[in-house]
């Protein structure tokens, strides 16, 4: 396992771990500016940053930087109550894969979407069936256009309290049945990342009894496309925006960490911490250097 006592040449920040400062929105660019003066070498940032500070902007400032992107956040949300809604979902799909191919992700991560209308508060039905097998549908689409940009889709499996609202994908092996029916393992190409694979984030996965072997069979085929940290608090006061720091809580990181790179994974550790109370309330600065400390003594 590499040691990341040393150094943060692994560390990237998903950029809403910072997106407010003492409860105020903090522009992209400034964010940016905060991670490349501490020597952080890769960012994961969100859409609605990017479109905030414009996509021209940002695409020059992270090559200014010199950044890699350990993923584009995100796409998904495939599911719709109807056919005008399904291909809104598939054009703004596309939109974000190209995006994520302006910035030169590493991936482009999809949280699948639910139940239609659940997250406005109103699910359209009740059939969550049909919402995975409008998923499936989804990502099949979506590949096509993705294998034509080189561009590898990384699906993360949500914790399942998100299952109505967020993303009815919610353990790897049921995101790695959905990798190998729409990518088998034979139409691998030899070089480079799988078309399609996962994003292992272990807020939502670190209480599945099956993690360790599916995180090594996700390895096997190539799969294991992004690794997202933060730490699971007790108590947790609200299932989105409680995330805590890592070594806050009580998830074993270097444990799941160990398995990661037993499988293969040898990318970026990904901060990724939505903290409405919390991190959000701080300044920038104090929580991007708790960022660095804590990746060397607790990841
Ligand atoms: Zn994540």
């Known amino acids: 396992m590499r040691d990341f006592s040393a150094d943060h040449r692994w560390l990237s920040i998903n950029t809403a771990t910072v997106r407010k400062q003492r409860g105020i929105d903090l522009p992209l660019p400034d964010i940016l500016e905060a991670c490349a003066l501490r020597g952080i070498r890769a960012i994961s940032p969100w859409r609605d940053q990017v479109h905030a500070a414009g996509l021209a ?18 796409g998904g949300m495939f599911p719709a109550a109807d056919a005008a809604g399904l291909k809104a979902a598939r054009d703004d799909n596309r939109r974000a894969l190209d995006e994520a191919c302006e910035l ?17 508060g109103k699910a359209a039905h009740k059939d ?11 990502i099949a689409e979506l590949l096509e ?12 499996p949500l914790h399942p309290m998100y299952a109505a609202d967020r993303a009815c994908i919610n353990t790897l092996e049921q995101a790695l049945d959905v ?15 799988r078309a399609l694979g996962v994003a292992v984030d272990i807020y939502h996965t670190w209480w599945d009894p099956k993690l360790q072997a599916q995180i090594a069979r996700a390895g ?3 799969r294991l496309l992004a690794f997202h940290v933060c730490d699971w608090l007790t108590p947790t006061t609200d299932l989105l925006n409680d995330r805590g720091m890592m070594g806050d809580g009580v998830i074993d990181i ?20 939505f ?16 960022c660095i400390a804590r990746h060397r003594s607790a990841v």
């Open 179 to 193: 990798c190998d029916r729409l990518d088998p393992v034979s139409t691998a190409s030899t070089a480079g990342p």
């Open 275 to 290: 903290s409405t109370h919390h991190w959000w309330q701080r300044d920038c600065a104090e929580v991007l250097d708790t």
């Open 57 to 74: 902007t940002i695409s020059k400032l992270v090559k200014t930087h010199g950044f890699a992107l350990s993923g584009y956040c995100r």
């Open 220 to 222: 096997q085929d190539a």
């Open 145 to 156: 256009y993705a294998r034509a940009q080189a561009m590898p889709l990384a699906i993360e």
């Open 104 to 120: 030169n992700a590493a991936c482009l991560v999809l949280v699948v979407g639910g139940l239609p209308g659940a997250l406005a």
């Open 254 to 273: 270097p444990r799941i960490r160990g398995w990661m790179e037993d499988a293969g994974f040898a990318g970026y550790s990904e901060v990724e911490i």
């Open 128 to 138: 969550i069936a049909l919402a995975r097998s409008q998923v499936t549908d989804g």
